[in-house]
């Protein structure tokens, strides 16, 4: 059985993953405005990628025999002022699931749950991902700089991002 105060601690995380996913739908619907469709497509998937994430905290909560507590998603911003912005929104954003994450598997420790702790070590190998994309797309942005066509080719690149279950477009 999971103890009380882990049980609250992943049902904020779930509300953190949940505002995640929440955060990159606001964010595609920017790059849909701006007519960068492959940032959309990227953006979607991974709002997909958060919103599963929240699910498999949710049915450890309720494997661990506790109860899940949903909780209102705060509103995420509506506008940027340009990919780098985005992007460097989002690398800041991971940064800070990274530091939940982590005090989670602290928090595991501190209650000696070696079951939680083995969970998180799924999110702690998910960060380093995540972050680490963030990342690679900002050098990119950096390395095009202010080439329209730099920048059309990258669009072009994340669009190639595998496609969620949302998606009302083919694969090509």
């Known amino acids: 059985?999971?103890?009380?105060?882990?049980?609250?601690?992943?049902?904020?995380?779930?509300?953190?993953?949940l505002y995640s996913g929440y955060l990159y739908l606001a964010?595609?619907?920017y790059f849909e405005e701006q007519n960068l469709m492959g940032m959309a497509n990227w953006m979607h998937v991974q709002a997909f990628e958060e919103q599963?994430?929240?699910?498999?905290?949710?049915?450890?909560?309720?494997?661990r025999g506790g109860r899940v507590k949903l909780?209102?998603?705060?509103?995420?911003?509506?506008?940027?002022?340009?990919?780098?912005?985005?992007?460097?929104?989002?690398?800041d954003h991971e940064r800070y699931?990274?530091?939940?994450?982590?005090?989670?598997?602290?928090l595991a420790i501190e209650e000696r749950d070696h079951a939680s702790q083995i969970f998180l070590q799924w999110y702690v190998t998910e960060q380093v991902e995540e972050e680490a994309h963030a990342?690679?797309?900002?050098?990119?942005?950096?390395?095009?700089?202010?080439?329209?066509?730099?920048?059309?080719?990258?669009?072009?690149?994340?669009?190639?991002?595998?496609?969620?279950?949302?998606?009302?477009?083919?694969?090509?």
Not at 1 to 17: G, L
Not at 71 to 91: H, R, T
Not at 149 to 163: F, I, S, W
């Open 135 to 172: 990342e690679e797309i900002i050098h990119k942005l950096e390395f095009v700089s202010d080439s329209k066509h730099g920048l059309y080719m990258l669009d072009k690149e994340l669009g190639a991002r595998g496609q969620t279950p949302f998606s009302t477009e083919s694969e090509d």
């Open 97 to 106: 699931v990274t530091r939940r994450i982590n005090d989670l598997v602290d």
């Open 27 to 29: 964010m595609a619907a």
């Open 52 to 63: 599963t994430h929240a699910m498999k905290f949710y049915h450890y909560v309720v494997e």
């Open 71 to 91: 909780q209102a998603i705060a509103e995420p911003p509506f506008e940027w002022k340009s990919p780098m912005d985005v992007f460097k929104g989002a690398l």
């Open 1 to 17: 059985m999971i103890s009380k105060k882990m049980q609250d601690a992943i049902n904020d995380q779930i509300n953190a993953e």
